[in-house]
């Protein structure tokens, strides 16, 4: 059964363990080792950073993640609140694609987003991935993809 769950501190590991197989598969790395430094880092990013991170679970397998990064930024008359936010990490490993995971995953964030006053939401995008993010409104930009809310 497939569940869909905010990480907690618990998910730490989980998280990471796909995060690094997302960055190998999208960077075309085999039996890459990320250096200690940029692991302490991406982990305390999980642990303070401003953000929440998604799970998918088959059971107790991990199967996919997605993550917001929550930025402030000064005001503009587009985006009053000066609120903004980056989609990283999204993933669903290859035997679980085309079920509709992703789309949950990101549809989950995005209401967070708006429940906090975000009013741009950007990303980068892998080709496999661009169909999901026009399908959930997001255009194509010269940097990758943005959503206004």
Same mark, same amino acid.
């Given at each position: ?12 590991? $989980?998280?990471?363990a796909l995060r690094y197989e997302m960055?190998?598969?999208? *960077? ?19 642990? *303070?950073? *401003? ?13 996919? /993640?997605?993550?917001? /990064?929550?930025?402030? $930024?000064?005001?503009?008359?587009? =985006?009053p609140t000066g609120k903004r936010a ?27 987003a708006k429940e906090k006053g975000v009013? =741009?939401? *950007? ?27």
């Amino acid at each position: 059964m497939i569940s869909i769950k905010r990480a907690v501190p618990a998910d730490l590991d $989980v998280v990471l363990a796909l995060r690094y197989e997302m960055l190998m598969k999208v *960077n075309k790395l085999d039996n890459h080792v990320f250096n200690e430094g940029f692991r302490h880092i991406t982990k305390d990013y999980f642990v *303070n950073g *401003n953000q929440t991170t998604i799970v998918a679970m088959d059971g107790m397998v991990p199967i996919g /993640c997605a993550t917001i /990064c929550y930025i402030d $930024v000064m005001p503009t008359f587009s =985006h009053p609140t000066g609120k903004r936010a980056h989609f990283m990490n999204v993933y669903t490993r290859d035997a679980y694609r085309r079920q509709g995971i992703a789309k949950k995953m990101m549809e989950l964030l995005i209401f967070e987003a708006k429940e906090k006053g975000v009013t =741009h939401l *950007n990303l980068d995008a892998t080709e496999v991935g661009k169909q999901l993010y026009y399908k959930l409104g997001f255009s194509k930009t010269a940097e990758g993809m943005e959503l206004s809310l």
